[in-house]
């Protein structure tokens, strides 16, 4: 079908031959389009809006193709929620609590550690309430790990246990330091259970020894500190393998210097020997790579993306002192994994070893995926983003090695001879948990079943209204010369759209005035059949009805008039361009006055009447062409505003515009082309004469402004010296001892007025210069160093000549006076009225809270080059002006609670000459401008110079006048600066990592790590 402004144009054709009383119902029924083709399904790719026997592309194809159950809800299938055949159970992933699900699966992979814990006494056995709450740490891992071995889920929710332990669940924390402190709270817990068997159960799993042994260099006395271990912290940076990472561990350390050893034998400090002995190793041998290490030079932990290879089987035997018979081979069980390359993001995982199937398998928070072929598999756990300087190739395992950059803790299990007996590897559930898990199971089969039956009843649902919309849809298009009616196309779109309910038919916004379908909605509707609207009133109802009498003739016939104006518009338009151009002499005397402005836009003024008509906007605004009040107001000259032909040369007594030169004269013949399509336009003949009153008052303005020139001209000249600012007397400079001068709020915007475009200055006020109780507001400080730019001193001649020629509300003086004492003699000053020091200090505070409360600042950043030169002393950039250039320093502001100098107090202080300061900052080079708030800390500081300036926040050394800044928690309104203030920056050495530098966007506020948790007994 073509296109919509196709179609447009082909239902109005025929105005171009028919004149609107000639319009016949054929003529109708194509301006409603009526009898266009209707569309077949396939040969329209979207519904043709512009026609309205289209019925393609309005949402059938979801009704008319193959049923798909799966359209008919929204609800996934409950069984993907459900645990596949042995596998095992993952845990919801809180937030950023993916470090606690590894070590959960861990741990619970650990057969000895899940007995033991199953057999700890719970006094909720005997509960019989549905809703069990565990109170205990012990409590919350029996009933988790009970959930994870037999629940039915795919995956179970560890908030209780979190909630217990009281982790922010937004925050991800050292996962290392979680292994230590949960198991060392686990033993806390269970040293009060009353077997012995359980209390010693984290010592028994996890429990190694060694000793510290110093050995003198002196006399060879060996002292050794036995110590336990519960997981061995293998050093790897430097080191490729974990042989080496232990060797390490265990290797001889020199004592000498300032570490010399206190030796019990010589009685003083002797240089020794001090190394690590291993004694005896727990059954699963916890070892843990330290991948996160404290950086000195940032100050901020970071991650080694180093590559350590680590066998399946370890013997331990090498390393081990004493005790041949203990097995020391141990098999690889777990592998916990770090992905991402900085210490304070990324993602934790596990690969964990089932220790019934020798299976390895992959617990990633929900989801569980096993390794094939009975192999560890670390896969793309290794592909972590890199940075260029750290990238490296990936070294090649030999046969029962894997290799690893993102394994951070490697659990290892001794090898046991391979036994028969079930009960070894099998763990039963207590029975009282059983029931709890059973209670879970029965809640998630009744959550399962219910939606089931919901999503039974949707399909259901949803087949009924397929086969009762497929029905309904075949009945839709209308045949020729059958009944039909208009129903609108969105509603029909909604009504095929099953996510959206069906409201009742409203066909009011489709309405013409005269109560009848519109011919321009017809485009936004749809012909239908009469039995199909039928159908759908009487299930849906709405209203009113639109059927083929609805069709309004009154509406076509304005529409072909309408037409057929603009066709004759383009004519006209051409004719009377041409006619105005041809000069017409002002001795015809039959000519007619147009507005430029009108002549301008009268084409376009048309075509807005005849718009309005077209669009039937039968809801005046009281501005149509020809009508409205003639005002000449701030819409004259602007085209845009326009509203009223020729209203651009009516004046505001309604009269002929007296500015001739906005209007134009011209011929009666263009006139009466014009006047026929703005018959209530204002008429003004060649003869017509302009507005008398307007005369008047034109002349009067010029009569005044001829006087107000004379007497500002007149005012400048008896204040030469005061109008150029020259000549004038100071306060440093006073002319003579016992004499007085005065004081005049004055504005440069009076003093440099034009007097031929201004009226003359008529008074002077005053009384801005002093405060709500008549007190003089400025200090002498205050006028020498030039804050009081708006205050001017005035000659004894000059008062005489303002106070003749002006009205000042309320004269001010200043008085100079000697006053001897035993001393000397010292000049003194006094002013009238006195000076109100209650104002003056509130002022002063005001003005010093404003500098300590602020938003959206500019401060200043000037880098410190190497020499401790600041780049201040280079030359200013060339933007800044040579005046600027040469200026010389502002002077300091002044400390909170400094008061200004009294008139009074001026002999004791040395006379200074004023300096006019500038207030426009000099931009050098190297320094950047900030936008900063009081309230905004030094760290956030920091991180915005990082952008600026490309200086981490560990490398900047910030000082503001002299002074360093270094706490990062203080807010910027506390140490002092202020807006336009300058910090110094002194950048160290960069470091050449930068994953360090990924760290610093990582860290905004201090680490807290466990603090405040059920870890550290809180």
């Excluded at 002292?223 to 060797?247: D, M, W």
């Excluded at 006139?671 to 003869?687: D, G, H």
């Excluded at 005044?704 to 008896?718: G, I, P, R, T």
Aim: proline share 4%.
């Amino acid at each position: 079908m073509a296109p919509r402004l196709q179609l447009e144009k082909a239902a109005w054709r025929w105005v171009e031959t028919v004149k609107p009383e000639e319009i016949g119902p054929e003529h109708i029924d194509l301006a409603y389009r009526v009898n266009l083709p209707a569309c077949k399904r396939g040969t329209c790719r979207r519904n043709c809006k512009g026609n309205p026997n289209c019925l393609v592309g309005i949402g059938e194809q979801a009704w008319l193709g193959e049923i798909d159950e799966n359209a008919f809800h929204n609800i996934d299938d409950p069984n993907s929620e459900r645990r596949d055949k042995n596998t095992f159970v993952g845990l919801t992933n809180l937030g950023a609590t993916c470090y606690v699900n590894t070590f959960l699966q861990v741990w619970f992979h650990n057969l000895e550690l899940r007995r033991s814990l199953y057999q700890c006494h719970n006094s909720r056995k005997i509960q019989t309430s549905t809703n069990y709450e565990p109170q205990s740490i012990c409590e919350h891992l029996q009933y988790l790990f009970a959930l994870l071995q037999n629940s039915n889920r795919k995956y179970i929710d560890p908030s209780g246990l979190v909630k217990a332990l009281g982790l922010d669940t937004g925050q991800q924390q050292d996962a290392q330091e979680f292994s230590k402190l949960f198991l060392s709270l686990l033993e806390d817990t269970l040293s009060k259970q009353k077997s012995t068997n359980l209390q010693n159960v984290i010592q028994r799993q996890f429990c190694g020894q060694f000793s510290y042994v110093t050995v003198c260099n002196e006399c060879g006395r060996s002292s050794a500190l036995p110590s336990r271990f519960y997981e061995l912290e293998l050093n790897i940076q430097g080191h490729k393998n974990l042989t080496e990472c232990v060797t390490e561990f265990l290797k001889e350390e020199k004592l000498d210097g300032e570490n010399r050893y206190f030796c019990e034998s010589c009685q003083t400090k002797q240089s020794a020997t001090r190394r690590i002995r291993l004694h005896s190793l727990p059954p699963t041998l916890n070892l843990q790579l330290m991948r996160f290490v404290f950086d000195r030079q940032t100050g901020h932990k970071k991650k080694l993306n180093t590559f350590i290879s680590f066998p399946e089987q370890l013997d331990m035997g090498p390393f081990l002192e004493g005790k041949q018979d203990q097995k020391c081979v141990y098999e690889l069980s777990a592998v916990l994994i770090h992905r991402g390359i900085s210490a304070y993001s990324g993602h934790y995982i596990a690969h964990v070893k089932d220790a019934r199937t020798g299976d390895w398998y992959k617990f990633n928070d929900e989801e569980i995926e096993k390794m094939e072929g009975k192999k560890l598999q670390l896969g793309i756990e290794e592909d972590i983003a890199e940075t260029v300087k750290s990238q490296t190739r990936k070294p090649k395992c030999s046969k029962g090695y894997h290799c690893s950059r993102n394994a951070y803790m490697l659990v290892y299990k001794v090898q046991e001879e391979e036994s028969s007996d079930p009960s070894r590897t099998n763990v039963e559930v207590p029975a009282f948990l059983q029931r709890l898990v059973d209670q879970d199971n029965h809640k998630f089969e009744e959550w399962c079943s219910e939606m089931a039956d919901m999503r039974k009843q949707s399909v259901d649902k949803g087949k009924a209204k397929h086969e009762e919309v497929k029905e309904l849809y075949e009945l839709l298009p209308a045949k020729d010369g059958e009944p039909y009616e208009f129903i609108p196309l969105e509603w029909l779109k909604k009504w095929l759209d099953d996510s959206t309910a069906t409201k009742e038919i409203d066909n009011s916004f489709f309405l013409c005035s005269h109560g009848k379908l519109h011919p321009d909605k017809v485009a936004e509707s749809k012909r239908v059949s009469l039995q199909a609207a039928e159908l759908l009133y009487e299930r849906y109802s709405g209203g009113p009805r639109l059927d083929g009498s609805s069709l309004c003739r009154e509406c076509v016939s304005q529409r072909c008039r309408v037409l057929r104006l603009k066709n004759q518009l383009s004519e006209d338009y051409k004719e009377v361009s041409n006619m105005v151009k041809r000069t017409l002499s002002k001795q015809c005397g039959d000519g007619y006055w147009v507005g430029k402005t009108s002549l301008r836009s009268w084409r376009q003024l048309a075509l807005d009447q005849l718009e309005e008509d077209e669009h039937e906007t039968k809801h005046s605004n009281g501005q149509t062409n020809g009508q409205g009040p003639h005002t000449n107001n701030n819409k004259e000259g602007n085209e845009d505003e326009m509203k009223t032909f020729n209203e651009d040369i009516v004046c505001s007594h309604a009269g002929l515009s007296i500015l001739e030169t906005e209007r134009k004269l011209v011929s009666p013949e263009v006139w009466t082309k014009l006047r026929a399509y703005f018959p209530k336009a204002p008429e003004f003949t060649q003869n017509q004469e302009p507005c008398q009153q307007c005369l008047t008052l034109e002349q009067e303005e010029k009569d005044n402004e001829a006087v107000s020139k004379m007497m500002a001209l007149d005012q400048k000249n008896q204040l030469l010296n005061l109008f150029n600012e020259k000549n004038r007397p100071t306060l440093a400079k006073w002319p003579q001892v016992d004499t007085e001068m005065r004081v005049m709020h004055v504005r440069k915007l009076i003093l440099k007025i034009t007097p031929t475009k201004s009226s003359p200055v008529s008074n002077v006020g005053n009384t801005l210069l002093l405060c709500p109780h008549g007190g003089f507001m400025f200090t002498y400080d205050s006028l020498i160093s030039g804050d009081a730019q708006h205050i001017a001193l005035l000659w004894p001649s000059e008062w005489e000549v303002i106070s003749r020629l002006f009205i000042v509300d309320q004269p001010i003086s200043i008085h100079c006076f000697k006053e001897t004492t035993s001393s000397g003699s010292t000049t003194q000053y006094t002013t009238q009225p006195d000076l109100c020091w209650e104002c003056r200090e509130s002022f002063l505070f005001q003005q010093q809270r404003d500098l300590r409360e602020y938003t959206q600042a500019t401060i200043y950043i000037r880098k410190v080059i190497e020499d401790k030169r600041m780049i201040k002393e280079a030359a200013p950039e060339l933007n800044a002006s040579s005046s600027e250039a040469e200026e010389e320093k502002e002077e300091q502001p002044k400390v909170d609670g400094e008061r200004d100098p009294d008139f009074s107090q001026v002999s004791k202080m040395k006379h200074r000459r004023g300096i006019r300061r500038s207030t426009r900052h000099r931009k050098l080079r190297g320094e950047k401008a900030l936008i900063v708030s009081a309230n905004q800390t030094l760290k956030e500081l920091k991180i915005q110079i990082m952008h600026a300036f490309s200086v981490a926040p560990f490398d900047q050394n910030l000082s503001i006048d002299g002074k360093s800044l270094t706490d990062d928690s203080a807010t910027l309104g506390s140490l002092g600066v202020i807006p336009e203030s300058i910090i110094c920056l002194k950048a160290d050495e960069p470091i050449a990592d930068y994953a360090a530098m990924d760290d610093v966007y990582q860290v905004r506020m201090p680490e807290e790590g466990f603090k405040g948790t059920g870890l550290l007994g809180h």
